[in-house]
């Protein structure tokens, strides 16, 4: 224990207590502030996925609160990394910026620098950080990121670098401050965490297992959003298809989807990501019969061989993938299907990548997240034989990548010269007077349009495809 634990006064149960630090924390921020005769500034750069971006805004909406305003500079009097580590290149990035925070922070000794998220659960990059980067001055993990306002005021007293990295999550925090960064759509954490342990991925370490939070916590902070002006919302999870299996009253996800759309004010539903093993028909019912919810559905592929798949440990054939994809397609024939694929997984041969992009041409997605495969510390793939050349790998990747290209050009402009609805999401950077919007199927149209626009779901006519995207004219709002 130490010294904050051993008074009496702060509240043991959680969100009090963390409110509790909120407020010790902020009087400490004002009293620098005075110092300095300036409001301090926090700058959160997020790496990865959406998981992390939306736990970047709830460590923003809890720095707010502290009293720190947003800012995208990294000479910010507080700088917080929230890291990835599904792949190498993620580190390296990191490992890359904190040689330039030193250099920021020699200039400014105040300056705070933080470090969260998926790679700090990793012991080796800690016991890095602290012999290479001692300049450092919080370092803490994936399953206590609501305690920042008490691991803050911890480092504001203590003067010392503080570390506190959980191996497992021991509770989920409802109802602490989140800052969102866009007013009209949101991601919704439904569960954290995989059970899956795919054989190359190491999300399962740093993330812990599966556990769903329950749907009376979820509707609530919908119907939150709801009432603040939200009309999409993204439900988020490893794989949101085992949603609800360890909740004490178990239900499936395709239930929760089901109570999800029943809220009235939202509009759009997306959901990230599904694990192919665990698509229930009941889900692409739930998806068929619950208009507000999106026409697309990630659906990560990996590889394409059954004998790669096997050794991936993804629990489905090339066969079943397939057939998957067809009832889905059954069933909901304008889904857009996206999906993520790896190259030069252990063993994978000439032979199991003609398989990949067998699978590539006869799905025709809408676009895929191509990766090439990162040996990750402690995953079974790690110590597998025959890692493949990286000569070969690199020259797979860019076949791949020109299959993928060519094909989704093709299949994204097949809505050209439709009327379809648009939620307008910003201003358009390239051309003055234009908005740029997003359609049901996750497609990108830029129209003219004004700011006042922002938010809403209009009705565009889509001109031109332009490949990726499309030009097009408002018809009503
Ligand atoms: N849970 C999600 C799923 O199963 O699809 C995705 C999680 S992961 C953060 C996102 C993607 O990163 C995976 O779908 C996979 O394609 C890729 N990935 C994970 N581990 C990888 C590795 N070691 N090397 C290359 N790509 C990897
Ligand atoms: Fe990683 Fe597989 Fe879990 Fe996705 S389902 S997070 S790829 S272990």
Known sequence: MNQIDNNNNIPTQEPQRQ??????????????????????????????CQMNARDSEKLLGILEQVGFVESEREDADLVLYNTCTVRDNANQKVYGRLGYLNNLKKKNPDMLVALCGCMMQEPEVVAK????????????GTHNIFKLAELLYERLQRKKMVIDIWDAAETIVEELPVERKYPFKSGVN?????????????VPYVRGRERSRRPEDILAEIRRLAADGVVEIMLLGQNVNSYGKNLEQPMTFAQLLRQVGEIEEIKRIRFMTSH????????????????????????????????????MNRRYTKEQYLALV????????????TTDIIVGFPGETEEDFAETMDVVRQVRYDSAFTFIYSKRTGTPAAAMEHQVLQSAVKDRFARLLREVQTISAEVCGRDAGTVQKVLAESVDDHQEGFL???????????????????GSIVEVNLAESKGFYYMGSMIRS
């Open 276 to 311: 192919p093993k665990d698509l229930s028909e009941e889900l692409i019912q739930a998806m068929k019969e619950t208009p507000k919810v999106c026409r697309h559905l990630h659906l990560p592929l990996q590889s394409g061989s059954t004998r790669i798949l096997q050794e």
């Open 436 to 454: 740029t919007g997003r359609l049901d199927n996750n497609l990108i149209v830029h129209f003219p349009g004004t700011v006042d626009l922002i």
């Open 129 to 140: 950080i602290k012999k290479s980067y001692p300049f450092v001055d919080l370092i803490f």
């Open 190 to 202: 439904i569960m954290f965490g995989c059970n899956n342990f795919c054989s190359y991925c190491i």
């Open 19 to 48: 409110l509790y630090f909120i407020e010790k924390a902020g009087e400490l921020v004002r009293q620098m502030e005075g110092q300095k005769g300036r409001r301090l500034t926090a700058c959160i750069q997020t790496f990865g």
């Open 326 to 337: 067809d009832r889905i397609r059954q069933a909901i024939p304008e889904i857009s299907l």
